[in-house]
Nanobody, 121 residues
């Protein structure tokens, strides 16, 4: 069974940092793009960042470029999202996803339960 479990969310002041982790089990991780998406209350789910299996290609939403860094450790079946210089508009539930293609949210087959990130001003 495929499972994705996120951790690392929390409350932080504007300008602060958080590191999200997503531990994967099953076939979701091998040879698969993995990504982070976020959804703020009352808004649609949006792409944040994605990384290919090799880590050779990385995609970022324009809104997070230069502030967020996605990485993966295939030995640990884990991907990370380092979030720096956080802004109140980054407040959302962040979801890890696997089995998709780049930034195409509809292409991902597997999703974690989400972790809340709240940035206070």
């Amino acid at each position: 069974q495929v499972q994705l479990v996120e951790s690392g969310g929390g409350l932080v002041q504007a300008g602060g940092s958080l590191r999200l982790s997503c531990a994967a089990s099953g076939r979701a991780f091998s040879s698969s793009d993995m990504g982070w998406f976020r959804q703020a209350p009352g808004k649609e789910q949006l792409f944040v960042a994605a990384i290919t299996w090799s880590g050779g290609i990385i995609y970022y939403a324009d809104s997070v470029k230069g502030r967020f860094t996605i990485s993966r450790d295939n030995g640990k079946n884990t991907i990370y999202l380092q979030m720096n210089s956080l802004k109140p508009e980054d407040t959302a539930v962040y979801y890890c996803a696997a089995g998709g293609r780049g930034s195409e949210v509809g292409s991902y087959n597997y999703w974690g339960q989400g972790t809340q990130v709240t940035v206070s001003s």
